[in-house]
Each structure stands twice: as C-alpha cells, then as structure tokens.
C-alpha cells in the first residue's frame, strides 16, 4: 500500500501541516507503509493522474485540507482519501455552520453569532459591538469563523476589549464568530473508526499556562500541560464521550476527527468545535490520545488507510 500525505499548503497554518506531515510519513513507515509527503500545488493533479497512490492523507491544515475543496478534487480523479467527504468537510470547517447542525441534533453549543466584515463595517460597528455585549454578555470568545490553532481568536471580559479583539481576528478571515465563552475545564476527544464503527480515545484535558489555548500554547514546549487521560470522573468522561460521538456523528464525519468541549463546573459539555483534519505533531492531541489508549500511532493510521482503498474500490 503506498499512501500520499499532503502537507504544506499557503494557509497561516502552512508550518504546522508539514510538521504534521512529517509526523504521518514517520508513523505510516513505521508500520511498514509505503508513504511520501507532497504539497498541494499545480504539480498535484498531474501526479495524481500518472502516478496515482493507493490513498491520501491529508494533513494540510486551513481552508486548502478543511474546506472540502481539495477532496471534491480528489474524487474527481477517483483517488481514496482519508477522512469525510467533501460535503461533511465543508459544513466542519465552517464553524457557524457546523453548530447550526450541532443546535439542530440537540447537541449543546455556546449561543453565537457570526458577523462578515463587510456588515460590521455597514453597520456601524459600535452600534453592532454594543449589541453583541447585551445579548450575549461577557465574558466572549472571538475567533475566525474559518481557520484553526487558536489563530485570531481572543477571550474579551471586558467591553473595551472587543474592537480589539475583532481587528485581531479579521486579519485572519472575513467573518468573526462571536460565542458567549464557556467556562471550564478544556477537553480534546479523537475520534477513531478502525472497522468497528467511531470509538472515542481517552479525552486529553488541556491547561495553558497563560489561560488561552492559542497558536503559542499549542506548539511551544512548556506552555501547556496536558492530562491523558482527562482528570474527570467516570460519569463526566461518559458524557464528554457520548458528546463527542454524536458531534461526530451529526457531522457525517468519517474515519477520524477531534471534537473540543468544555465541562463546566456543574459538570455540563459543551461543543467548541469540530475538527476534520487533526494536527499530528509532537505536541497533537491525537497523538497524545492514541498513546494514552494504548495503541501504536502508525498501526492506527495504516488502517484507517486501508479502510480508505477498500472503500474507493
């Protein structure tokens, strides 16, 4: 079996893909894959098409691995991917989107609202701004309702800080999504399916040194602690689980995802968001997650790749 990890990118997350990458190609050798790591370029598709691979790994992080975009192409020219398909990718990556499903089946969320920059700037953005405080009050969570690794997003407790906040996250896209910040303990639950259906791994409890699990904290060494497993009592890892599943689930994701939640401290999860292309790096909560399962990274991998082939013939 020969699989193809793609890696690279121009989104701002271009540095993590290929760390992701290179931790796929490693892993996938290791359990006696063949594997090589391009980039998604114009060199691409003509690859594909005279050479094409038994599966691909996608591992690019931002709009070009998550958007959906990239795995219409792919089934265009009938090569068996890894991970959902474009229509599940597309609605993911969209967090708006993706927690109308979520609001849809019942499954909690933080209430929201989405804002393009073109209304904000239409509207009069104090008037807009002094809005979104009365109705969902503070503390708030800002961030781009397009990317990923906490880029452009802020925590705003107070009023003042919101312009500010909203600045930060438009430089990283063209609509902000505004939530009301849920308070509590951070979690992380891969999701796995290796032929018996979405199994949940042990959820990854997250403390950032700082409070904010932001691009910095997410890949400097020493800024985060991590827990794996969580440090939750066995009712509340059940629910956090079974959460997660239905995330999942609500989604049509397939193969593998990370879904982020808050337990509160009345013992409620919340969905943050749902991720269909989880970063692989060293400091990855997949990884982590698989470790703490007791399973082999590259073994899991292989397989959900061979699942892939199997389900493209």
Known sequence: MRVLVLAGGLSYERDVSLRSGRRVIDALRTAGVEAEMRDADVALLPALMADPPDAVFIALHGSTGEDGSLRGVLELCQVPYIGPDARAARVAWDKPSAKAVLREHEIATPDWVALPHDRFSELGAVAVLDRIVDRLGLPLMVKPAQGGSGLGASVVRDA???????????????????????????????????????????????????????????????????????????????????????????????????VDLIVGRDGSVTVLEVNVSPGMTETSLLPMAVHAAGMDLGESLAEIARRAVARGA
């Open 160 to 258: 003042s800080e919101l312009p500010a906040a909203m600045v930060s996250c438009f430089a990283y896209d063209q609509t902000a999504l505004i939530e009301r910040y849920a308070e509590g303990i951070d979690v992380a639950v891969s999701i796995l399916d290796l032929g018996e259906g979405p199994t949940a791994l042990p959820p990854v409890e997250i403390v950032p040194s700082n409070g904010m699990y932001d691009y910095a904290a997410r890949y400097t060494a020493g800024l985060t602690t991590w827990h794996a497993p969580a440090r939750l009592s066995a009712e509340v890892t059940k629910v956090v689980v079974d959460t997660a599943l239905a995330a999942h689930a609500a989604l049509g994701l397939r193969d593998l995802s990370r």
